[in-house]
């Protein structure tokens, strides 16, 4: 009867905590921090069965798609929502994911994924290099100006 006792207080003591937990907002936290995670196992869970050769190569395609959305998924989370308006080509760097493990482990190698993938890649790089010239251009632009007047300052002059 004490062990009895002793498990009814254990549960009664948690559910007190969780409740405690739920009215400071401690779930509605963790919630907003980790729903990628519903992303991200779905996405495993392909390569999984992929790999114990389960299903045919193509689920690697929404598998690598899954895998890294959720993972600017929750880095979004970690820094701000804000860093989506430049890791917006990574959605497109998703799909080439995606493209490229199916070309990589399936046995026919289909050299249309592969042609899709690097596309998808050098487009998605051209994008990302395009954010990060329009927002720290003008830095880069000020630094090589700086320079380069410091160098014609600097460099002893030639007698003619």
């Not at 390569?47 to 690697?60: A, E, I, Q």
């Not at 899954?66 to 890791?87: D, H, K, P, Q, R």
């Amino acid at each position: 009867m004490s062990n009895n006792r002793y498990s009814i207080g254990i549960l009664i003591v948690a559910v007190g905590v969780l409740l405690l937990l739920s009215r400071i907002g401690f779930f509605g936290f963790i919630w907003g921090l980790l729903w990628p995670i519903f992303i991200l196992l779905p996405g495993l869970l392909l390569h999984m069965l992929f790999f114990g050769r389960m299903l045919p190569s193509g689920v690697l395609i929404p598998g690598g798609i899954l895998v890294t959305t959720s993972i600017m998924f929750f880095f979004c989370n970690l820094v701000g929502w804000s860093a989506m308006e430049y890791l917006w080509p990574g959605f497109l760097f998703a799909v080439s994911v995606g493209l490229y493990e199916f070309y990589l482990f399936d046995k026919h190698k289909p050299r249309g994924a592969l042609t899709a993938s690097i596309i998808l890649a050098v487009l998605s790089a051209l994008f990302f290099g395009m954010m990060i010239l329009f927002t720290v251009g003008i830095y880069i632009l000020a630094f090589i100006l700086i320079a380069g007047g410091a160098f014609l300052i600097m460099r002893p002059r030639r007698s003619w």
